[in-house]
């Protein structure tokens, strides 16, 4: 049998990891509910907090806020838990694990590890569940047909392994958060960019009731001319079926509602276009597609009339409010015989040109930025294989 050291470790550490069941270095329990729970809402700043699943960032490590209170009579029928106890949802997302930092009850949908042994680092078991190996675990193990669940026995039975050293314990946690603190400073660059385009956006166009935008290139001058969407754009209808893809695979990328599905050895269209969904869930969602690919047929192709932008025309096409052009009560649709008449104010090419390039050197560096996002995490997730010890080994 191998030793239960891990692939990747500290210099300065020796000696086997230890390997015992969640349940016999915590304890699980689950969260309660008090039924009906309007009667025990209040709004009382001294009351006691009562966290939902909606209320925790998915991405986020700690609990810090709960948006309701719950009367101190519910405390019988739910389950408090405290600063620094686990917990992790049983249901839908299950297995994702966050440190507490307040008191708060939580009801039936999450479960709380507590009274963790003195000698296990909580930051250090918070990755060590978070880990690929812990999270495979649960997904094994997981019951329920279309909606899978924990229960507290599954999680107890999670194989916990770590160094019996609680500084080889520190050190590891004090790593990969590090390296969180990295992802979260680079998000926050992602979405300062995000913010920074939106608000760029808000001034390149002009505002409602408005014929020019409130900042301009200084070589552009004079209003801009009031036009209908369908007199720069025009629509092409795709008869791809569902069943057309099913007999097709090559090197183009096909699109549907949700944006892309596979790729097949055919497109329809040779140069960039952008999309629209035309029929059901999601109708009046506007895509921007790459060159030599298709879309389903419950998509239109719009493509700009002369010299008009397509990146411009996007941009003026994510900005459209379209439901007000759906019809249809059991499948909603759009007809661009409708949404073709929208009122937009159009400026010369060279200025589209202009506004465009601005935008796309924008959503380049937003791009790049993402990559690096991604490229953080993927690191991550590399180095927790590595750093800590599957039960496999």
């Known amino acids: 049998m191998s030793k239960l050291v891990p692939k990747l470790r500290f210099k300065e550490f020796s000696g086997e990891w230890e390997e015992k069941k969640l349940g016999d270095i915590s304890e699980i329990v689950r969260g309660g509910s008090p039924r009906p729970i309007d009667n025990y809402m209040t709004l009382d700043k001294y009351a006691l907090n009562w966290l939902k699943i909606a209320d925790v960032d998915?991405?986020?490590?700690?609990?810090?806020?709960?948006?309701?209170?719950?009367?101190?009579?519910?405390?019988?029928?739910?389950?408090?838990?405290?600063?620094?106890?686990?917990?992790?949802s049983n249901s839908m997302s299950f297995g994702r694990p966050y440190i507490m930092k307040i008191k708060s009850c939580i009801h039936d949908g999450w479960i709380a590890i507590t009274n963790i042994l003195k000698d296990i680092d909580t930051h250090y078991l918070y990755y060590m569940i978070l880990s690929p190996v812990s999270q495979k675990f649960f997904i094994d193990y997981a019951g329920g047909g279309g909606i899978r669940n924990l229960n507290a026995d599954i999680i107890k039975s999670l194989p916990t392994l770590f160094p019996k050293s609680p500084?080889?314990?520190?050190?590891?946690?004090?790593?990969l958060s590090s390296l969180d603190s990295l992802i979260e400073a680079q998000q926050r660059k992602v979405e300062a960019l995000k913010k920074h385009k939106k608000g760029l956006m808000q001034q390149l166009f002009p505002a409602e009731g408005a014929n020019v935008p409130k900042l301009r290139f200084k070589e552009f001058s004079g209003e801009w001319e009031e036009k209908k969407l369908g007199d720069i754009c025009k629509k092409t209808s795709s008869n791809i079926?569902?069943?057309?893809?099913?007999?097709?695979?090559g090197d183009y990328k096909v699109y549907g509602a949700g944006g892309y599905l596979q790729n097949v050895d055919f497109y329809t269209e040779?140069?960039?276009?952008?999309?629209?969904?035309?029929?059901?869930s999601g109708v009046g969602k506007v895509f921007l597609c790459e060159a030599k690919s298709s879309v389903l047929g419950t998509l239109q192709i719009i493509t700009p009339k002369n010299d008009n932008n397509?990146?411009?025309?996007?941009?003026?096409?994510?900005?459209?409010?379209?439901?007000?052009?759906?019809?249809?009560?059991?499948i909603p649709h759009i007809y661009f015989k409708d949404y073709s008449n929208e009122t937009i104010y159009l400026p010369p090419p060279k200025?589209?040109?202009?506004?465009?390039?601005?935008?796309?050197?924008?959503?380049?560096?937003?791009?790049?930025?993402?990559?690096?996002?991604?490229?953080?995490?993927?690191?991550?997730?590399?180095?927790?294989?590595?750093?800590?010890?599957s039960g496999e080994d």
Do not use: C, W
């Open 167 to 175: 500084k080889e314990q520190q050190k590891i946690a004090n790593t």
């Open 351 to 389: 200025e589209q040109q202009k506004i465009a390039n601005t935008l796309s050197s924008l959503d380049s560096l937003l791009e790049a930025q993402q990559r690096k996002v991604e490229a953080l995490k993927k690191h991550k997730k590399g180095l927790m294989q590595q750093m800590f010890v």
């Open 270 to 280: 040779e140069k960039p276009y952008i999309s629209i969904i035309k029929d059901g």
């Open 241 to 249: 079926s569902a069943n057309k893809l099913n007999e097709s695979k």
């Open 310 to 330: 397509l990146i411009f025309l996007y941009s003026i096409m994510i900005k459209i409010n379209f439901s007000k052009y759906i019809t249809g009560a059991t």
């Open 58 to 88: 998915k991405n986020s490590k700690y609990v810090t806020f709960t948006k309701e209170r719950v009367k101190k009579t519910a405390l019988s029928k739910t389950r408090e838990v405290y600063l620094n106890d686990l917990i992790l």
